[in-house]
């Protein structure tokens, strides 16, 4: 079978891999689509980041791996004592494998294992395969309303949803959103969904069109336009409930706490690989939360599934669908060039070619 593999920094190659076939307690999954994201940059341009020589503790994965992360697909074959999932049934993959037994697995909060494993990293197998094997608790059946094409969105809308969610916002109130890529977009839709109204910064004219077809309330370019400013302007001087940096810019960090009121909630769910400054003005004398987000939680990957199966979140504008054999130009290229926002490959896609203005995934 066909599948994407990373061998180091710029050095992908598709190749002819064997089948893999499910163990006790495994499932083969026929991969549908597949997205790309920052990791999957960071990695081909930067790495290896989350892939190794040295096998991985947990799992014993190393160089070369087979990218993919974010994938959707149907039930290939089930094994040993895995029996509630039939042949053909539609699955989103959720792809964190944690070691279990740490504290931080002990007291469930397995996405912050300092062991983890991520399929597409390492673990052995990706979801830029036409075949790839997880464990049985990875697998999420999808309602029939949804298209393959939004159960690979599934697992990058997790990591914004469970974001929104740290930032504690209400009905009504107004959330500050730094960045309109995936991630940004998708922390707007799930605060939509409750009722909460969004201010999005973004200096990309591409990523801006992007958060105003997914509900943005309001949306700014920071090239002329101060966040802090405007948020105190649309809340009668008092500051937004909250605010999330999904820039990964350490020049959003002071903004990001300073448009917030006093007691409100600023998340980091974005990558950062320098130091970060600080407003203690915020932090301290308006006793303003800072905090992190890391990836998600089971819980977050069923309300993300049930809000899809809702309607919560269209794909127009801001999705769209390359081929397998253009990973690597039409993908990893583009995106690190801001020329694309979500990108989904087509590994052995079930629906119509989503062309990112106007196709909603339907088969």
Not at 4 to 28: K, Q, T
Not at 157 to 182: C, I, T
Not at 211 to 223: C, F, M, Y
Not at 229 to 243: H, K, Y
């Amino acid at each position: 079978m066909r599948a994407v593999r990373l061998y180091g920094r710029e050095d992908i190659r598709i190749e002819d891999v064997p089948l893999p076939r499910p163990g006790p307690g495994e499932v083969a999954v026929r991969v549908l689509y597949n997205g790309l994201c920052g990791s999957d940059v960071h990695e081909y341009f930067d790495g290896p980041i989350g892939a190794g020589s040295r096998p991985h503790p947990v799992t014993g994965a190393h160089l070369p791996s087979i990218l993919g992360h974010e994938l959707s697909g149907e039930v290939a074959e089930s094994g040993e004592g895995v029996a509630d999932l039939a042949p053909g049934e539609r699955v989103a993959v959720m792809p964190m494998q944690s070691c279990g037994r740490c504290p931080d697995c002990l007291r469930g909060r397995h996405n912050v294992c300092p062991q983890l494993a991520i399929h597409g990293f390492n673990r052995v197998g990706g979801g830029l395969s036409e075949v790839t094997v997880v464990r049985r608790d990875m697998v999420f059946p999808l309602p029939p309303a949804l298209s393959a094409a939004h159960g690979a969105l599934v697992e990058p809308m997790a990591v914004s949803y469970r974001a929104a969610r740290r930032v504690h916002a209400e009905q009504g109130d107004l959330v500050v959103v730094f960045g309109a890529g995936p991630i940004g977009l998708g922390a707007v839709i799930a605060l939509r969904a409750r009722g909460v109204d969004t201010l999005v910064s973004e200096p990309s004219a591409l990523r801006r069109t992007a958060a105003e077809l997914v509900g943005a309330t309001h949306v700014i370019d920071p090239a002329n336009t101060d966040a802090v400013a405007a948020a105190r302007d649309l809340t009668d001087g008092w500051g937004a409930a909250g605010a999330m940096d999904a820039a990964g810019d350490p020049g959003v960090v002071g903004p990001l706490m300073e448009c917030c009121r006093t007691g409100g909630h600023a998340v980091i769910a974005a990558v950062h690989t320098r130091p970060l400054r600080v407003s203690r003005n915020a932090l301290v004398r308006r006793e303003v939360d800072l905090s992190g987000s890391m990836t998600y939680d089971k819980g977050d990957y069923e309300a993300v599934i049930a809000d899809m199966a809702a309607g919560a979140y269209p794909v127009d504008g801001w999705v769209e669908t390359i081929e397998f054999e253009d990973v690597v130009e039409r993908g990893l290229h583009a995106l690190r060039r801001q020329e694309a926002n979500k990108l989904l490959v087509r590994v052995a896609g079930d629906a119509p070619r989503l062309g990112g203005r106007g196709a909603d995934g339907t088969p």
